[in-house]
């Protein structure tokens, strides 16, 4: 202890969302999230499997369906079974983070009202988490764009832009559900219900396409998922009769509600997660 | 407030008008469905004043006691100091990194090996992860757990983890450390352990706050206590004055319960006239040295017939310990039969052997014959005991040591 050095009073303002300085914050975040992504990894045998098992199971069950069952799929889409792959892989990310995350402050009690924490590292610790597993999940859906015979092309360089929205998309998400959480229990369920709706509301299982209608196409693209999902299919499958995002949506001034959904949620997040933060502790 | 500024020493905390109040709803709101069924349901709330506005420097290197009962605002201040909560109005300023322990072990993850969790509790109380993982050593050390330090913490005994949490409190090297009730933990040896590790921090110069409910810690090792009382500062300097208001604010608490209970009240029985400790002479005396007398001076009036009472005396040490029960028959023995309307003066005599301390004593009336209580009164008198060769221990009891040397074989 130097003697010398004496610290200047400086003024403690209680918790906050990124409370006790920003790299402080950057290291929790970066330590909860790996280590808590070794533990699922390497703390059991399964792990990892368990965490692939099921995005690939519901592939299996679709592929099938909608391609011996309904035929949607194989008629429209040269490549339905690659598309299927990413949207679920995809949107699993979405859905696990963003559910999880919605208890995630709460399930944390302990270290909320008892220890000086910075609130916002929960959710985004989940979202992390869920972002190091999709990383890993990308390489089982590489494999299977080999297997089916699609080529390697250029675009496929621009799918971290895509996915960096959509960790954005998931991480607002997150926060702003894992705070009205703590003071509406409901939360929870409702978010389920919305999820399963997004799921069905994302061309996931279903080209934009399918419907043969503009108009449907343009409102699919109201959706940020939607937006994000469709141009991850064109960069990746590069298929010259798949549309862009902005082409589904009927010009680049019609994804300005998907925009202004994706900006609104963010401002959003932000807005509700600084006015809860400081009174987290106390709600509980 | 009269504080004695001994020095100069720049303070390490500097608390100013600090308010904080908690809204209680009288009906809770946790659902949207609720908010959107009754609109305006949660506008009902009572406003709970936890804090009202108080004020008090921390100086550097100060061992600093925060004493209050329950529901005080002593746990709401130490949170608004953790950053836990925020205050509605007032500062806190802070001289350095503070590590908090609300409760020990709180960041620990049951799921993670102790070497994950000592690196991420190590960056929750400000370390960098570098830094956490370089002190690694010296806290699985300290605690003793060296071949644990791979074991998940769901495995470890409470025991382990309180070794592991404390040692990690030690080993962070926080400016200020703010601990609350942590040395009642752990076996003899590790409390040991950590008696020196305060002494040691005191040494260093560490500013510490303790928080805790055990007066003789506080009379121990703190410079300073302060007392909180509803909200406010009740008591600012002196640890002993400190503890001593506080135990007197914990036993009107316990009077106040005694009274409403019918044994204390007026429709009691017996009735309390007088309580008081007494001298040789019969002078009412508050202070007794080790070694004479305790004279424990009751007057009762009865109130109906009785077959026969008796005393039942207990005295209590500042602790709440309860040290010995005083029992006898009144009257004599066998006891006489008491009519209702009798005055009586009851003096119980004692040898002092108590070490020194602050004591209370539990008045009590019992029926002799039909059984049950007739009179209770907690703390209905109070006295000090001062003198005696013990300074350790809750008594000191009459002793004689025999030596036998024997002398060794030529």
Redesign the interface.
């Known amino acids: 202890?130097s003697?010398a050095a004496?610290?200047?009073?400086?003024?403690?303002?209680?918790?906050?969302a990124l409370?006790?300085g920003r790299?402080?914050f950057f290291?929790?975040l970066?330590?909860?999230s790996v280590?808590e992504f070794k533990?699922v990894y390497f703390?059991t045998v399964f792990g990892y499997l368990w965490s692939l098992i099921r995005p690939l199971m519901l592939f299996g069950v679709l592929l099938f369906v909608f391609t011996q069952v309904f035929r949607i799929g194989s008629d429209q889409v040269e490549h339905y079974a690659v598309m299927l792959l990413l949207g679920i892989v995809l949107f699993t990310f979405f859905q696990e983070t963003t559910t999880k995350s919605v208890t995630s402050v709460v399930d944390q009690e302990?270290?909320v009202?008892?220890?000086?924490?910075p609130r916002l590292v929960i959710p985004l610790a989940a979202v992390l988490t869920g972002a190091f597993n999709l990383g890993l999940n990308f390489l089982v859906v590489f494999a299977f764009v080999f297997a089916f015979g699609v080529d390697p092309t250029w675009t496929w360089l621009l799918l971290p832009v895509a996915l960096v929205f959509l960790f954005v998309l998931a991480a607002a998400v997150s926060s702003a559900l894992s705070v009205l959480y703590v003071?509406?229990?409901?939360?929870a369920i409702?978010w389920t219900v919305v999820a399963q709706v997004l799921f069905y509301g994302t061309p996931i299982l279903y080209p934009v396409t399918a419907f043969d209608d503009p108009t449907i196409e343009h409102l699919l693209m109201v959706n940020p998922l939607a937006v994000i999902f469709q141009q991850v299919r064109v960069w990746i499958l590069a298929e010259p009769q798949a549309p862009t995002a902005v082409e589904a949506a009927g010009g680049a001034l019609n994804l300005l509600p998907a925009v202004a959904i994706f900006v609104g949620l963010c401002v959003f997040a932000i807005w509700i997660f600084n006015r809860e933060a400081?009174?987290i502790?106390?709600d509980l | 407030m009269a504080t004695s500024l001994e020095s100069n020493t720049p303070p390490a905390i500097e608390v100013r008008g600090l308010k904080k109040s908690f809204r209680i709803p009288t009906h809770r709101v946790d659902s949207f469905k609720e908010r959107i069924v009754r609109p305006f349901a949660a506008r009902d709330y009572r406003e709970l004043r936890a804090l009202d506005g108080i004020s008090f420097d921390i100086r550097r290197g100060e061992f600093f006691g925060i004493v209050g009962r329950n529901g005080s605002g002593k746990s709401t201040l130490l949170k608004l100091l953790a950053s836990i909560y925020r205050a509605d109005s007032g500062t806190i300023r802070m001289a350095g990194r503070l590590a908090p322990f609300i409760e020990l072990g709180v960041g620990f993850n049951p799921e993670l090996t102790a070497r994950e969790n000592v690196v991420l509790n190590g960056v929750m109380m400000g370390l960098s992860p570098g830094e956490a993982r370089r002190r690694l050593d010296a806290i699985v050390g300290f605690a003793e757990l060296e071949e644990f330090v791979d074991l998940k913490l769901k495995n470890y005994s409470s025991g382990m983890l309180v070794r592991l949490a404390f040692s990690l409190m030690i080993e962070v090297d926080a400016d200020i450390l703010l601990i609350d009730e942590v040395l009642a933990v752990g076996d003899a040896a590790f409390q040991q352990k950590c008696a020196d590790a305060f002494r040691e921090m005191k040494a260093a110069g560490k500013t510490v706050i303790l928080v805790t409910h055990a007066m003789a810690t506080v009379e121990e090792y703190c410079d300073r206590a302060m007392l909180i009382d509803d909200g406010r500062i009740a008591h600012l300097g002196e640890p002993e004055e400190a503890g001593r208001r506080y135990l007197r604010l914990n036993f009107e608490g316990a009077g106040a319960i005694g009274a409403s209970s019918t044994t204390g009240s007026e429709d009691a029985p017996v009735k309390m006239l007088g309580a008081r400790i007494v001298d040789a002479n019969g002078e009412r005396t508050s202070s007794i040295e080790h070694g004479e007398k305790i004279r424990i001076q009751i007057e009762i009036e009865a109130r109906q017939d009785f077959a026969a009472l008796a005393i039942g005396h207990l005295i209590v040490n500042g602790d709440g310990v309860g040290v010995c029960q005083l029992r006898a028959p009144i009257g004599g023995d066998p006891p006489p039969p008491i009519a209702a309307g009798e005055r009586l003066k009851v003096e119980t005599v004692v040898d002092n052997m108590l070490g020194a301390g602050h004591y209370f004593v539990h008045c009590g009336v019992n029926r002799l014959l039909e059984g049950g209580v007739a009179l209770d009164v907690a703390a209905a008198t109070d006295f000090v005991v001062f003198g005696g060769p013990a300074d350790r221990g809750l008594v000191a009891l009459p002793q004689e040591t025999t030596t036998v040397i024997e002398k060794a074989q030529a």
């Open positions: 202890m003697e004496a610290p200047d009073l400086r003024e403690v303002r209680g918790p906050s409370s006790g790299q402080r290291d929790l970066w330590l909860i280590t533990r703390g302990g270290i009202r008892k220890t000086q924490f003071r509406f229990r409901d939360v409702i400081p009174r502790a106390e």
